[in-house]
């Protein structure tokens, strides 16, 4: 009777290990959602790959790392990432996405060009 009790106290602290790391996993979703919008939209993810692209060319500084490190290996693959975008999506964007396209592509082939002479 006695190793019922120890597995039944083992097993009802698992359980409630278990709902107390999904409640905290529940809560942190929460928060997340609150930051971030709801509504993905072409206009956003361009913005993200264009400040991938500025951190990768060093040009402003990494979140992560707190440090402007250069990686023009990394800045050319974003900037091709949004050329095939452009490609993809030829014809099926409003007029303000292929602007916001053009003048991101612009920017960052800009940029590129300058750091590598």
Known sequence: MENFEENKKKIDGT????IEKEKTNQEETAKI???YPQEINLGLFLSSLMVEGLIALGDIENPITKKKDMNLGQARYVIDVISML?????N?????EKAAID????EL???YVTKIK
Do not use: D, G, M
């Not at 359980?15 to 278990?18: S, V």
């Not at 452009?86 to 030829?90: G, H, I």
């Not at 003048?103 to 612009?106: M, N, R």
């Open 15 to 18: 359980w409630k290990e278990t």
């Open 33 to 35: 959602q609150e930051e």
């Open 86 to 90: 452009e490609e993809k999506t030829k």
């Open 92 to 96: 099926n964007v409003t007029a303000e």
């Open 103 to 106: 003048q991101i592509l612009y």
């Open 109 to 111: 082939r800009k940029r």
